[in-house]
């Protein structure tokens, strides 16, 4: 907790404790009192709150020594010492001797052990102050799930960094609300405005009700794979339309999986599913694809998130200046009134405020004067990191990691990053690589682990959209990028890559004036470079979970057909790369689902492959059936002949995959809802009964699981803010 958060909670328990309303002060006429309440004889009782948790207790002594003057002057009823010290009965008597007159006994002095004791009796107090039960919530979950932390050991830190600069808002208390009224919210607004935050909050709370958290990072298919009716559960897809444009993100026929599952969410008592996007972001896709528009038209779970209160801004700014290193003399500029120029700025939002308390301060000048300009243009913020404190090595590797997705394994960008400093001649090593990675962890870069290895992304979109905006203006860099690119999934992200403002606040910063990445000019480069690595090693999904998947050539192969002319390899190379899908369909190796699009599909191109593709394909389809989606797949090949039920023939063998299915999964397959649409198609009704009793049984451990979720909800309502200087200066007084 911070100095504020501190005073704030010994304020709430003493309320509590003396039944009375309490009073908070900053400094200046009021002689440094912190709190201040009436006592029941009409005499005025005070308190001086001391956050030492990191201090001596010869520096808390002194301090308290130095509180004697004040209270003579002040001559109080009654008089409490508050500290977030762990003191001894010695400590506590030592503190009494330090204010003899006012202290009536060491009851009166209130160390952290008293202060935990208070809070065990007022348990709506510790549910007001978020950071104190999220935090001990949160610490709990992780210590009993280690096979989630192992899993999830980013989001963890992620989350342990919000909650400590966490400053609670009307949002949470809002989004909190949509969760257990609808169980899904959609939280979108603009960038930077702490949706994410929001997010990790909302996850935080469900963690200390016993929810298990599953983090989808790519698409929802993981979601799908992870959902389990036996325990109560809280899905988070951060970014789920893509950071900066919907097509990052949204692959084919996503859009009805993703409100297929919201769908199944909304029906089940004991899951909870947090998506996060730009608001723009989330109207362009509306426009695009029918079953966003519908989900946007429902809207009863979308939060928009909006600008912040005036106090809420500046609680924003104090927690993270009380974080860092910034000197006193540019902290104390900001108690004189400097706070204004930031908080009141029409640009201010929490993540310049975050990125910009971890800059450089500069070695002259004013502290105050270097961020507001930044806030003028925020671009500045990264432009002074860019260009005067990064070599030109490590810009370099942010050009590289811009040309893979959201999060990638280390060692692929360090394959490809050295491919492309040896294009443009400069020298690598691996030691050089790990100093630029330590230089920029924390600024530019983070870093996690997960079943991939280490693995290396963007801080934040912000600064996605600008080394992107560097990478536009560079189309010979982009020619080098392409030329010394190892992997495909570089191509397919440079392509979808567009490049925006980065002024937080841009309304006009939707995907229709966005510009594209790649230059005309490059294109040559880009076909050849599709040719020359068609057939690399793909990259390993972003999650392990059941039927998880890699980039298929299949998949490449559809890209690429889908790519303007000049853009893609000539037509020869085209039939070849078909041809050799065409004998690994033969040996039945490939991706089934995206052989039948590319062959059968509604964008099909059978006129690429060569005579008789469709039977090959057909017999494939046909022969090898050992996964329910391989029974999706020929189902679809089947309604191309229009005959319902489908061709018996395969009935029998499907009775025996559902068994199979049934002993295979506990507590149900994860594919439940397509083994029931197929059994109506193939009119197999022998196995509805089978079928709607393990969706009941679905459906009663899940009424289980959401009663045995603790849900605790606050009983009492936020203050509202004063958005007054008075209140305001209170917390800036502190420095």
């Not at 993100?249 to 993703?258: F, I, S, T, V, Y």
């Not at 002259?364 to 990191?385: C, H, M, N, R, Y």
């Not at 078909?578 to 059978?606: I, N, Q, T």
Request: glycine residues 6%; charged residues 30%.
């Amino acid at each position: 907790m911070t100095d504020v958060d501190f005073e704030e909670l010994a304020a709430d328990l003493l309320a509590a404790e003396l039944d009375r309303k309490v009073e908070r002060f900053g400094r200046g006429a009021d002689g440094g009192v912190d709190l201040r309440w009436v006592e029941n004889g009409g005499g005025i009782g005070i308190a001086q709150c001391k956050h030492y948790i990191d201090s001596t207790f010869a520096q808390l002594l002194a301090s308290a020594k130095k509180e004697l003057p004040k209270v003579d002057k002040l001559k109080p009823a009654r008089y409490f010492f508050a500290t977030s010290q762990v003191l001894g009965v010695g400590q506590k008597d030592q503190i009494q001797g330090a204010i003899p007159r006012w202290l009536k006994s060491a009851k009166d002095v209130l160390s952290g052990s008293d202060l935990d004791q208070m809070l065990d009796r007022h348990r709506l107090v510790e549910r007001k102050h978020v950071k104190l039960w999220l935090s001990t919530g949160t610490e709990l979950f992780w210590a009993t799930h280690a096979d989630l932390l192992n899993r999830s050991e980013a989001l963890r830190q992620r989350m342990d960094r919000t909650i400590k600069q966490y400053v609670g808002t009307k949002a949470f208390e809002d989004a909190s609300a949509i969760l257990d009224r609808e169980k899904v919210c959609l939280i979108a607004g603009q960038p930077g405005v702490g949706k994410t935050v929001l997010s990790h909050m909302l996850l935080a709370d469900h963690m200390t009700r016993g929810y298990e958290v599953v983090e989808v990072s790519s698409d929802i298919n993981e979601a799908w794979a992870s959902l389990d009716t036996e325990r109560p559960q809280v899905f988070v897809y951060d970014d789920f339309l893509g950071q900066l444009s919907f097509s990052e993100r949204l692959g084919k026929n996503e859009d009805a999986r993703l409100a297929d599952f919201i769908d199944r969410v909304r029906e089940l008592k004991s899951k909870r599913l947090i998506l996060t996007t730009r608001e723009y972001i989330l109207r362009d896709a509306a426009r695009s694809y029918f079953r966003m528009e519908s989900i946007n038209r429902r809207g009863k779970y979308i939060l928009e998130v909006g600008e912040h209160s005036r106090d809420d801004k500046a609680r924003i700014l104090y927690n993270h200046l009380w974080e860092s290193s910034i000197d006193r003399a540019h902290l104390l500029d900001l108690a004189d009134g400097g706070w204004r120029r930031i908080v009141d700025h029409p640009n201010y939002s929490p993540r310049l405020i975050e990125y910009g308390v971890r800059s450089q301060p500069p070695n002259e000048g004013s502290w105050i004067d270097q961020f507001v300009a930044a806030l003028d243009d925020p671009k500045t913020l990264w432009t002074q990191s860019f260009e005067a404190h990064l070599s030109e090595a490590q810009r370099v590797l942010l050009y590289v990691l811009a040309s893979f997705g959201k999060s990638v394994e280390l060692a692929a960008v360090k394959t490809a990053y050295r491919s492309l400093c040896g294009a443009l001649g400069i020298p690598f090593s691996t030691t050089d690589f790990r100093v630029s990675l330590d230089t920029m962890e924390g600024t530019f870069l983070e870093f996690g682990k997960d079943h991939r290895g280490v693995t290396a992304a963007f801080d934040n979109p912000s600064i996605v959209d600008f080394v992107l905006n560097e990478l536009r203006r560079e189309p010979e860099l982009q020619a080098q990028l392409l030329r010394s690119a190892t992997h495909f999934e570089q191509l397919t992200t440079l392509w979808s890559r567009s490049a925006g403002s980065v002024t937080v606040l841009d309304q006009d910063a939707s995907s229709r004036v966005r510009k594209k990445v790649l230059h005309e000019s490059v294109a040559r480069a880009f076909a050849k470079a599709i040719a020359r690595t068609f057939s690399a090693r793909p990259l390993q999904p972003q999650v392990s979970y059941y039927g998880a998947s890699s980039q298929s050539r299949e998949e490449r192969l559809a890209f690429t057909c889908a790519l303007p002319v000049g853009w893609r390899p000539k037509p020869k190379w085209c039939g070849k790369a078909a041809k050799s899908l065409v004998k690994r369909w033969e040996s039945e190796k490939g991706d089934k689902a995206k052989a039948y699009e590319l062959v059968f599909g509604p964008r099909a191109v059978p006129t690429l492959f060569p005579t008789g593709a469709e039977s090959v394909l057909a017999t494939w389809i046909k022969s090898t059936l050992s996964e329910t989606q391989d029974w999706v797949v020929l189902g679809r090949l089947l309604d191309l002949d229009g005959s319902y039920p489908y061709d018996e023939t395969f009935a029998d063998d499907f009775r025996g995959h559902v068994a199979a299915e049934m002993r295979r999964w506990d507590p149900s397959p994860p594919d439940l809802d397509e083994l029931i649409a197929l059994s109506e198609c193939f009119g197999t009704s022998d196995l509805d009964e089978d079928l709607e009793q393990v969706r009941q049984q679905d459906l009663a451990r899940d009424d289980y699981a959401a009663d045995e979720a603790k849900d605790w909800r606050l009983n009492e309502k936020r203050a509202a803010n004063d958005d007054g200087d008075v209140s305001i200066e209170r917390y800036f007084d502190h420095f």
